[in-house]
């Protein structure tokens, strides 16, 4: 090896035995004297070098910087981190130059989008809050963490912890949803899926939270555009699933692209005064893609030497792909713009994660074929992908109970464009996700039903133009039939980066596919296939079953197979509201009250005149198989006071025929306070299985604590007053009681 096998580790030696006398260190304060061990054989050129980040292979997600060779900026130790560079081999191959031909030898950090997997390929996140199962979540993040650090991967982009209630934003389908509590839990489970107990085990990766802050309120749903918000919604909305992924120990931490009240996120305040000082976050943190240089474009920074300023005086370490720092630091510090200090201090960040991943004790720990070769894309990884997505499916609709279907049915017809799909359904952001390993849902299908069963397939139309030249098929395959199954919604390409979308509608020419086929009065099972919710007003009233399948991943048609013929009882909720309309977004259940509230009897009051205000489907909304009763709410106390907590009971009963899974859900509502507050707020749930005729009571303790709120002075607070506390099926339906906080 180089300098740094030979020379580090005695300086290492030299600090731990020599600089505190008998006092056995911290393993704080050791990591921290290893850190400063390599800081100081570092040249400001070596140090600039690890604060630059570039591409190598794969796919691109934004402008190329040309003209730099990353083979090139290895050997002159000019180079910190690769993204897009996959594989065993080819990821020793660079670690080998860097620590062989560069002069320190510092091992090189690798970093990819594993946003569902990154061979096995799980359900879009969106999909998998939907699941409101914690354990099952984490466990996707595992996995994912087992098969790229396999494939030599040691950092992934991700979770995207932004709370979204626009669904023209085609990030939607990268996070939780619209709620901030939930999006919380969500948030630290994936960290803690990613990252495991030990950092340093081979089987596990760095974590990043993005996108630090509010991207998911961009202006009119539109990619990368401002954002402009109080320091309240900030505080109390977008801001708390960071803050639980900080706490849960994100090694790192991404910029996000958009402007936040006039300042870019790379130069943004918040990064300084909330992270770094009000939440004493220690780990490195990256820009976005060019997010640097961009704050040009954003009429922020007059070139790049001053963005490079910003940047480092905001506390961005590394510099995804811009090459901003590795052009002009070095001359910043020499003409004193830029202190020393301000790059050591990105530097330490860096050395710090490499070590925290076990990168100097064994530069080549990701890099084992035998586990290349035998832990990605097993039978246990694709029968956990297809558990999950199967519990991320939402029922929308069931009328006249036609699901679950009967495998025996005589004729099935399977009509649509994503009906025998196997790369869109794999989502955005696949990363090595292979069509070739995915299963279709007619393949699905086939492998379900009896074979005696007769099926039938057309696609109809394609998923965005408007070619209807295959109607006249579908409609005469359908005709033929004793049930239908419709696939419809949208390609992976219409949701995720850069794929914001102005019309909700299902694309194309589907919509009208959906009414032909549905004119031949048979039972019609309407499969939603998509990256975000959908404004589908026609199909809600007249398609008598409506299943939210989302994106599901690789083990799709299997999922889909399962809960369509009743192998599996649907138990997802939706964690975002679907609206009617395009038009009515942003569309969500913790909205405020106006003064004038909506009354359709009403001129003067706050509403449409066209459609109503409320969602097509609410948030926590979900069907199953069977039906639950919740009955005896019962609170512990009618008054409690700052010091007390308050139990809250309810009796849930499976009134139907089938064992099913209920998430029954808790709400608050402040009546009066002195800042207004949502009309309710989830503060706690529970998921439940119970079988025919079960029934159990859930009890749920509530404190002063879930109660508060920033006031007025930006205080966090509880004050006295009167609540409503709601329990239920989904944030409509529900059971409540009152109780009154006194001081």
Not at 27 to 33: D, K, N, S, T, V
Not at 54 to 80: F, M
Not at 94 to 117: A, C, K, V, W
Not at 687 to 716: C, G, W
Request: aromatic residues 8%; negative net charge.
């Amino acid at each position: 090896m180089r300098i740094i096998s030979l020379l580090a580790f005695g300086i290492c030696l030299i600090f731990l035995h020599g600089c505190h006398g008998h006092r056995k260190l911290s393993e704080g304060e050791i990591l921290e004297q290893k850190v400063d061990s390599i800081l100081t054989l570092m040249t400001l050129e070596e140090k600039i070098g690890q604060l630059n980040m570039l591409s190598g292979q794969g796919e691109l997600t934004g402008p190329v910087t040309d003209g730099h060779s990353y083979i090139d900026a290895i050997k002159q130790g000019r180079l910190g981190a690769l993204l897009n560079v996959n594989g065993v081999a080819y990821t020793r191959r660079i670690q080998e130059m860097t620590l062989q031909e560069s002069r320190l030898g510092i091992p090189m950090l690798f970093g990819y989008d594993i946003i569902h997997g990154y061979k096995t390929i799980f359900p879009i996140p969106l999909a998998e809050a939907c699941s409101w199962d914690l354990e099952a979540i984490e466990k996707s993040a595992r996995i994912a963490a087992d098969e790229a650090s396999a494939a030599g991967q040691h950092w992934t982009f991700a979770p995207m912890v932004d709370i979204a209630r626009d669904p023209r934003w085609g990030r939607i389908m990268e996070g939780a949803g619209e709620d901030t509590w939930l999006g919380s839990l969500i948030a630290a489970a994936r960290v803690k899926g990613f990252q495991g107990d030990d950092l340093s085990a081979p089987n596990t990766i760095a974590a990043c939270a993005k996108h630090y802050a509010a991207y998911g309120a961009a202006e009119g749903g539109r990619d990368y555009n401002t954002t402009d918000m109080s320091e309240r919604t900030l505080r109390e909305v977008y801001l708390p699933p960071f803050k639980a992924a900080a706490d849960a120990g994100s090694a790192t931490f991404m910029v996000a692209f958009n402007e936040i009240n006039g300042v870019p996120a790379s130069a943004n305040p918040l990064l300084k005064y909330i992270l770094r000082n009000e939440w004493n976050y220690n780990g490195m943190i990256v820009s976005d893609w060019n997010s640097i240089n961009e704050m040009i474009a954003h009429g922020f920074a007059a070139n790049s030497q001053e963005a490079a300023i910003f940047a480092m005086r905001s506390g961005v370490d590394l510099d995804m792909q811009g090459h901003v720092y590795a052009e002009v630091l070095y001359d910043l510090v020499k003409k004193g713009k830029i202190p020393v200090w301000q790059i050591d201090n990105a530097v330490k960040n860096i050395l710090r994660l490499k070590f925290q991943l076990g990168l100097f004790d064994d530069p080549y720990r990701y890099c084992n074929s035998e586990r290349e070769a035998t832990s990605i894309l097993t039978p246990e990884n694709r029968k956990a992908a297809r558990e999950i997505a199967r519990k991320s499916m939402v029922l929308l609709k069931n009328e006249n109970h036609l699901l679950p279907s009967g495998k025996t049915v005589r004729t099935l017809a399977v009509i649509g464009p994503l009906a025998d799909d196997d790369e869109n359904i794999l989502g955005g952001w696949k990363a090595l996700g292979d069509p070739d390993e995915a299963v279709s849902l007619i393949r699905g299908i086939r492998e379900t039903v009896d074979p005696k069963t007769k099926i039938l397939y057309e696609a109809g139309c394609n998923i965005n133009d408007d070619d209807r030249s295959g109607f006249s098929k579908a409609v005469a395959e359908a005709r033929k039939a004793d049930v239908v199954i419709l696939a419809v919604g949208e390609s992976a390409a219409m949701s995720g980066e850069a794929r914001s979308r102005a019309d909700l509608g299902l694309p194309g020419v589907q919509h009208e596919l959906v009414k032909e086929v549905f004119k031949e009065g048979k039972p019609v099972v309407l499969v939603l296939m998509n990256g975000r919710q959908l404004a589908i007003p026609w199909e809600a009233q007249n398609i008598p079953a409506i299943l939210e399948a989302w994106l599901p991943g690789t083990e799709a048609g299997h999922a889909i197979a399962d809960v369509i013929f009743g192998d599996y009882n649907p138990s997802g909720k939706l964690v975002v509201s679907f609206p009617r309309s395009t038009g009515q977004v942003p569309v969500y259940y913790n909205h405020k009250s106006t003064g004038r509230p909506a009354d359709p009897e009403k001129r003067f009051t706050s509403k449409y005149i066209d459609i109503p205000i409320e969602p097509l489907y609410p948030f926590g909304y979900g069907l199953s198989y069977t039906s639950f009763m919740y009955s005896h709410m019962e609170l512990s106390s009618d008054t409690i006071t700052m010091s007390d907590s308050l139990e809250v009971g309810i009796r849930v009963t499976n009134i139907g025929n089938y064992k099913g899974e209920e998430v029954v859900q808790l709400y608050i509502c402040d009546h009066v306070a002195s800042v207004t507050r949502p009309v309710m707020e989830l503060k706690d749930f529970k998921k439940i299985e119970l079988d025919s005729a079960e029934t159990v009571r859930i009890s749920f303790m509530l404190t002063p604590k879930h109660l508060a709120f920033y006031d007025q002075n930006m205080q966090f607070i509880t004050e006295p007053g009167v609540f409503s506390v709601m329990v239920g099926t989904n944030s409509v339906n529900y059971t409540g009681k009152k109780f009154t906080l006194v001081p």
